[in-house]
């Protein structure tokens, strides 16, 4: 299969959001099967993740109308995913954000960069004026490049987490358009 030339969104120096390539799935499945990416992630998110998994996920991306799932790319590698995903009904004019970054590209301000540049281009190109999300309270670094992106803690959920049979808490985090 070939494929598509790619189609990059947005960048910023050595990162940039670009389409899920059928080259990046590989990638993706060994990201996705470590421990310490996973645990920061939904139940939803299969494990353990397996080829089949990207696979299927690749083509749901592919799928999506209007495109507001994207890869990470740095140094010309894919690193990672961000999403932004649209609310519906009385939430429509809101999306929340979801990411993740390799461990191997961990600590490099690769997360920072993306966000922000999702968070302009979700601004500027959907229907929305806010953008959130939720972070495990174990998750220190995710809130760090919220924070750094100009997202404010709105609130705390307490015990509305449960991962690994384990209570925690949410902390919520959301960005206004200007």
């Known amino acids: 299969m070939s494929e598509r030339t790619e189609i990059n969104?947005?960048?910023?120096g050595e990162v940039v959001l670009r389409e899920?390539?059928?080259?990046?799935?590989?990638?993706?499945?060994?990201?996705?099967?470590?421990?310490?990416?996973?645990?920061?992630?939904?139940?939803?998110?299969?494990?353990?993740?397996?080829?089949?998994?990207?696979i299927g996920f690749k083509k749901m991306v592919d799928s999506l109308?209007?495109?507001?799932?994207?890869?990470?790319?740095?140094?010309?590698?894919y690193v990672g995913n961000i999403s932004l995903s649209i609310?519906?009904?009385?939430?429509?004019?809101?999306?929340?954000?979801?990411?993740?970054?390799?461990?191997p590209f961990w600590n490099r301000g690769i997360a920072t960069k993306a966000v922000n540049l999702m968070t302009n281009w979700g601004f500027s190109h959907l229907d929305i004026v806010r953008?959130?999300?939720?972070?495990?309270?174990?998750?220190?670094?995710?809130?760090r490049v919220l924070e750094k992106c100009g997202f404010v803690k709105e609130a705390v959920f307490r015990k509305s987490i449960c991962k690994n049979n384990e209570l925690f808490n949410e902390i919520r985090y959301a960005k206004i358009k200007e």
Do not use: C, M
């Not at 990416?37 to 939803?44: E, G, H, Q």
């Not at 109308?65 to 590698?77: G, H, L, R, V």
């Not at 953008?131 to 809130?143: C, L, R």
């Open 9 to 12: 969104i947005a960048e910023e």
């Open 20 to 54: 899920l390539l059928d080259s990046d799935l590989e990638k993706l499945v060994e990201y996705a099967n470590n421990e310490k990416v996973s645990i920061n992630l939904r139940d939803a998110f299969p494990k353990p993740y397996l080829p089949e998994n990207a």
């Open 65 to 77: 109308n209007p495109k507001t799932f994207f890869a990470i790319q740095y140094q010309n590698q």
């Open 87 to 103: 609310g519906t009904d009385v939430y429509r004019k809101s999306a929340e954000i979801g990411y993740f970054i390799g461990e």
């Open 131 to 143: 953008i959130h999300t939720g972070v495990f309270e174990f998750n220190k670094a995710s809130q």
